[in-house]
Nanobody, 117 residues
Framework: VQLQASGGGLVQAGASLRLSCATS????????MGWFRQAPGKEREFVAS????????NYADSVKGRFTISRDNAKNTVYLQMNSLKPEDTAVYYC???????????WGQGTLVTVSS
């Protein structure tokens, strides 16, 4: 399973961005997908996750109400809509797939999001 994240960029505070993660693999609809981020000098942290049919979504408290995770199983793609961005959202964002078990086993290369104040 390969993942390709895209959609990052430089925006001002308050702006929006949508990240995409294109995924290979025939069983995409069975994968739980997640977004994580790593800010400079900090550990990687969980942002959001979505189950295979899209009905169950989880968010970090820091992004609830601002970010929305979604997926299109016909396109093997998961999205992260980010609204009302803040400078503290600046990080490299990674998508990941949980293909079996409880761990995220496949990771994309990351896309940089920079939010200026």
């Amino acid at each position: 399973v390969q993942l390709q994240a895209s959609g990052g960029g430089l925006v001002q505070a308050g702006a929006s961005l949508r990240l995409s993660c294109a995924t290979s693999g025939r069983a995409f609809s069975s994968y739980r997908m997640g977004w994580f981020r790593q800010a400079p000098g900090k550990e990687r942290e969980f942002v959001a996750s979505i189950n295979g049919n899209g009905f169950l979504r989880n968010y970090a408290d820091s992004v609830k109400g601002r970010f929305t995770i979604s997926r299109d199983n016909a396109k093997n793609t998961v999205y992260l809509q980010m609204n009302s961005l803040k400078p503290e959202d600046t990080a490299v964002y990674y998508c990941a797939a949980r293909t079996g078990g409880l761990e995220y086993t496949n990771w994309g290369q990351g896309t940089l999001v920079t939010v200026s104040s």
